[in-house]
């Protein structure tokens, strides 16, 4: 993984002190997932994008928790962004949205991001997308061809072809490519019921002033975003005021992936600071947790919170790793009563307990 994506990882555990960042192998992912909850083919697929988001739709199905690409880099707090109302049965679940792609009959907020994805376990919405992204996928290995599938017949895909247009010189058909979008577009427009919650329940996060603002000022700014990020001016800060996490995409993060571990850091501009910041030193000070303590045989379901970073995409095309969950029942085979006896409905089906959270790297 280049050493800008690991340092983006760093930021998550360091803000958020209390998660832990946990890595598991390709070869473990049927332990967490059965075969029933992927696509048919799925370990034959040769789109690596659509095995990870398979991957992510079930292991936030079964297990929740918060799925985070490692081109991400934290600068607030999970719980107070999303969690806290989670785990406590307060809202079922978070995601961001960009007001550019989506559609009026939606209320332009119908175009859900999958880099990041906040849910407890059982959310209805999750398992019915999880349910139709496999279903779409059936006997399919990559996405040529998904635009005749009966799936896609009939939507407002407007957002999709704006956003062809707008990255045009990509090659890439998005409404293929980004067929989980398109699947999560499908329910809120065809199915009521996920539309209702989706509309009254969810967090809804406008990427465009959190995620992505510092590619709207580089843009107002006709600037490159690893410009402003380099600015040695010490107000650049006021410019991620409020947001909680920073998202790269491929030609914001590509002139970094060039840079030395100390060109990164050098705290004379904003991105050295974000990613190494001046209290970084004393975080660093604080006793490690030991292996038994992350991996006892008795979890402390009550004050730890698992965090898992790991990538579907790089383990099909390096053969590295695979993102899993360790959540319920599944750290050292151990499930407490309150979770055990868990039923989507139920309240307060989190109370006490922080599930895993989830990344996925691309190549």
Not at 244 to 253: A, C, E, G, Q, W
Not at 301 to 308: I, K, P, Q, T
Not at 352 to 358: D, F, I, Q, T
């Amino acid at each position: 993984m280049p050493e800008f994506f690991k340092m983006c990882v760093d930021t998550w555990q360091r803000v958020n002190p209390h998660w832990d960042v946990r890595i598991l192998q390709k070869s473990t992912v049927l332990e967490y997932l059965t075969e029933d909850e992927l696509p048919n083919r799925f370990m034959d697929m040769t789109s690596h994008q659509t095995a990870s988001d398979a991957v992510r739709l079930g292991v936030l199905s079964r297990y929740g928790g918060v799925w985070m690409d490692v081109n991400i880099l934290v600068c607030g707090s999970l719980d107070k962004l999303c969690w806290n109302a989670i785990s406590w049965g307060q809202r079922p679940a978070c995601v961001f949205y960009h007001p550019s792609y989506g559609t009026e009959a939606l209320g332009g907020q119908d175009f859900v991001e999958s880099w990041f994805l906040a849910t407890g376990p059982g959310n209805p919405f999750f398992i019915r997308w999880r349910d139709i992204f496999k279903e779409l996928f059936q006997d399919r290995l990559d996405i040529q061809g998904l635009l005749s599938h009966p799936f896609y017949k009939g939507l407002d895909l407007s957002g999709f072809e704006k956003l062809n247009n707008d990255f045009s010189g990509s090659g890439m058909e998005f409404r293929e490519y980004l067929a989980i979008h398109a699947m999560c577009h499908r329910l809120l427009e065809t199915e009521p019921q996920a539309r209702r919650l989706w509309r009254d329940r969810f967090i809804q996060v406008n990427a465009a002033d959190t995620a992505f603002r510092l590619q709207m000022v580089a843009q107002a700014s006709n600037l490159h975003m690893a410009q402003v990020l380099l600015l040695e001016d010490g107000r650049a800060g006021q410019l991620i005021d409020g947001v909680p996490l920073i998202k790269f995409r491929t030609p914001d993060y590509g002139p970094l992936l060039q840079l030395s571990a100390a060109q990164l850091k050098d705290q004379k501009h904003l991105l050295g600071r974000l990613l190494d910041p001046p209290d970084a030193a004393e975080a660093m000070r604080r006793p490690a947790v030991s292996a038994r303590a992350a991996y006892g045989s008795v979890p402390r379901w009550g004050g730890r919170r698992y965090l898992v970073t790991a990538s579907l995409a790089a383990a099909l095309c390096r053969g590295s790793q695979v993102v899993l969950p360790m959540g319920r029942g599944v750290l050292a085979g151990v499930s407490p009563p309150s979770v055990r006896s868990f039923r989507p409905g139920l309240e307060p089906p989190l109370r006490g307990l922080r599930p895993a959270s989830w990344a996925c790297r691309s190549c």
